[in-house]
């Protein structure tokens, strides 16, 4: 399918334009009276789905673009909410959420609940990766009806935020940039945001607001690990789940600037004034020209300059979290660039800092590579699975314990039967959301039990902030008991196929800790 093929599928299936309802014609049983506005759902079998609820007062666009976004206006108005709203600009090479029709306008947020009566549910709001700079709520992995029809005891959020150089953008350093001193961080304040609706709103849907677990994958895993990190964030939420991403993915200030000053050269900008000229669509594409791939930035206002050590003093310490990694995470990569496409990428990431390391950490990485047995790419895909997920999601588990805080920890190992991809990168979306149909990574559809087990794990987690199961809970009536990561013996639970088990750390060797624990200090190698 091309690219206007995929926008018109999505657009059949989620995609409209929600309007205002004035002659009172609608279904009361699927409205739900929110701060700003009633807002009136679709019911699709058992589930009641809302979709493309904005959560600010005003959209970012125009003089608002690069701007922290806006509190809500309270509302009597009546608005459908059944269309999806159109994605934040993204690079639609890497998600499909980024495929849809994109737009500044952008700030909005689904729900999805049972259709029954019961109140105060634990809530599970999911924010989508893509790097930072792609995807979207409206990709069809994050459908959550399959989701809540099998676990109808929880609400669950999806939520859309500003990406790319639309999100992440380090602007004060201009002439005019003193007006701009969120810029960098936006993607995360819109994350917050999101969370401040949800808190004051979700009661309405059936949810608990004082019970609610964010979880997401990859850069929504990495925002999952980085908003305990924002003054004021704790009132919000108090579990997360992060899949593959961590606080590592990250950027200084030094390198943030840079990335601007070269958008600025490819643009013949200036300033702010000079860029708010520039179509959105444009300035986005000239990032994609200069591979200006822009992530959260330690720039000590919103983020710590070091988010490890800000666990490590206990800054999440009343936060209860679960993270893991996929045992082949960087074979995702190779997967999708294909061989050539694959050496290009390695070779500009070998420039980078992994070519300004001293000599002895450099014998250390070389030592590693030199390990890994299998095809030409495995070497450094494997280093770049240590440096990105592994060893930061292990090193996570350890600060938080040291602060005295509780950490669940998960290694996840089926395997795809293409023996590029193995259990790369992702691989375990179609698990969590219940979209066996989904396979096209995988390859197949994973044991059926083995994929009710996990959910029902994320699920208990969400309700207790344990994700240990009773054999009566536990989907093939045995008991799983998922012990929490302590720094004797580095309990994780291993997500087996056919085995889910816990496990010394040691015995499973998640990271290389002699020779690629040090790389968390490069953040994102």
């Avoid at 690990?225 to 964030?233: C, D, E, R």
């Avoid at 993915?249 to 860029?275: P, Q, Y």
């Avoid at 209860?320 to 190779?334: A, H, Q, R, T, Y």
Wanted: charged share 25%; net charge negative.
């Amino acid at each position: 399918m091309d690219l206007n093929e995929i926008r018109e599928a999505l657009k059949a299936m989620y995609g409209g334009e929600n309007k205002l309802i004035t002659d009172g014609n609608y279904d009361t049983s699927l409205a739900v009276k929110c701060v700003n506005g009633t807002f009136v759902g679709r019911k699709k079998e058992n589930v009641i789905v809302y979709r493309g609820i904005p959560y600010v007062g005003q959209q970012p666009v125009g003089e608002l673009r690069w701007k922290a976004p806006v509190d809500v206006v309270p509302s009597e108005a009546v608005y459908e909410a059944y269309y999806n709203a159109k994605s934040a600009f993204g690079n639609g090479q890497l998600e499909t959420g980024s495929l849809y029709y994109m737009d500044e306008d952008c700030l909005y947020l689904n729900v999805f609940k049972a259709d029954d009566a019961t109140q105060k549910k634990p809530v599970m709001v999911w924010i989508h990766g893509g790097a930072f700079e792609a995807g979207g709520t409206i990709d069809p992995m994050f459908d959550c009806c399959n989701f809540v029809e099998e676990n109808p005891d929880v609400v669950v959020v999806t939520i859309a935020y500003r990406l790319g150089v639309m999100g992440f953008l380090h602007l004060s350093h201009l002439s005019d940039g003193k007006d701009y001193p969120d810029a960098q961080n936006l993607g995360l304040l819109d994350q917050l945001k999101a969370l401040k609706w949800v808190h004051e709103n979700i009661a309405a849907f059936g949810g608990d607001p004082d019970n609610v677990t964010i979880f997401g994958e990859s850069a929504g895993a990495g925002s999952c690990t980085l908003l305990p990190l924002i003054k004021g964030s704790h009132q919000y939420f108090k579990r997360l789940i992060a899949e593959s991403g961590s606080v590592n993915l990250t950027r200084s200030t030094e390198e943030a600037i840079e990335c601007t000053n070269k958008l600025l050269d490819e643009l013949g900008c200036k300033t702010v004034g000079d860029l708010l000229k520039v179509a959105g669509q444009k300035v986005f594409e000239a990032s994609a020209v200069n591979f200006l791939h822009q992530f959260p930035e330690r720039d000590g206002r919103h983020l710590p300059t070091d988010t490890f050590e800000a666990y490590a003093n206990g800054a999440a310490k009343d936060i209860d979290i679960l993270v893991g990694c996929n045992k082949d995470e960087m074979n995702f990569f190779v997967y999708s660039f294909g061989p050539e496409g694959w050496e290009q990428f390695a070779e500009s990431r070998k420039k980078g800092k992994f070519a300004q390391m001293p000599a002895d950490e450099k014998a250390l990485v070389e030592s590693f590579m030199k390990d890994v047995k299998g095809d030409d790419f495995q070497p450094f895909a494997s280093l770049l699975s240590q440096s990105w997920f592994n060893v930061p999601i292990i090193r996570l588990s350890e600060e938080q314990t040291k602060a005295g805080g509780k950490c669940y920890t998960y290694y996840f190992t089926p395997e795809s039967p293409d023996p590029i991809m193995k259990c790369g990168h992702a691989i375990e979306l179609a698990v969590v959301f219940n979209h066996p149909e989904f396979s096209a990574d995988t390859g197949r559809t994973f044991d059926e039990t083995f994929c009710k087990t996990m959910r029902k794990m994320w699920i208990q987690f969400a309700k207790t902030g344990n994700p240990s199961l009773t054999a009566e809970q536990s989907p093939d009536g045995k008991a799983k008991e998922w012990p929490l990561y302590d720094q004797k013996d580095k309990q994780v639970m291993v997500l087996d196929e056919f085995d889910i088990h816990p496990a010394k750390e040691a015995d499973v060797k998640i990271a290389d800790w002699e020779r690629t624990y040090f790389l968390t200090k490069y953040y994102a190698l």
